[in-house]
């Protein structure tokens, strides 16, 4: 069983906005620090944003001002908000544990173009 879903990618236009959503198949509600993570074609995987359990925020620096990590222990699920996107956001995004533990979902794609 994946323990993770996500949802809510797609292509939009440099500028514009997208919230991503992560379902987890299991309560978060004791996860410390839950994460979204990328993957771009050719590069590594990257952690963009995490959140702690008692609602700290960490965010990287290409996204920082950007991007909006939230959680909803009530309901184990994850959401990250994207504002002002950039043509080098587009990526495979994913969430998971931080550090990552356990099966990877497929994740959702995120293209920014015009």
């Known amino acids: 069983q994946v323990p993770f879903v996500e949802s809510g990618g797609g292509l939009v236009q440099p500028g514009g906005s997208l919230r991503l959503s992560c379902a987890a198949s299991?309560?978060?509600?004791?996860?410390?620090?839950m994460g979204w993570y990328r993957q771009a074609p050719g590069k590594p995987r990257e952690l963009v944003a995490r959140?702690?359990?008692?609602?700290?925020?960490w965010y990287g620096d290409s996204v920082k001002g950007r991007f909006t990590i939230a959680r909803d222990n009530t309901k184990n699920m994850v959401y990250l908000q994207m504002n002002s996107l950039k043509p080098e956001d587009t990526a495979v995004y994913l969430c998971?544990?931080?550090?990552?533990?356990?099966?990877w979902g497929q994740g959702t794609q995120v293209t920014v173009s015009s």
């Open positions: 299991g309560s978060i509600f004791s996860i410390y620090y």
């Open positions: 959140i702690s359990m008692y609602g700290n925020t």
């Open positions: 998971n544990k931080d550090p990552p533990g356990g099966s």
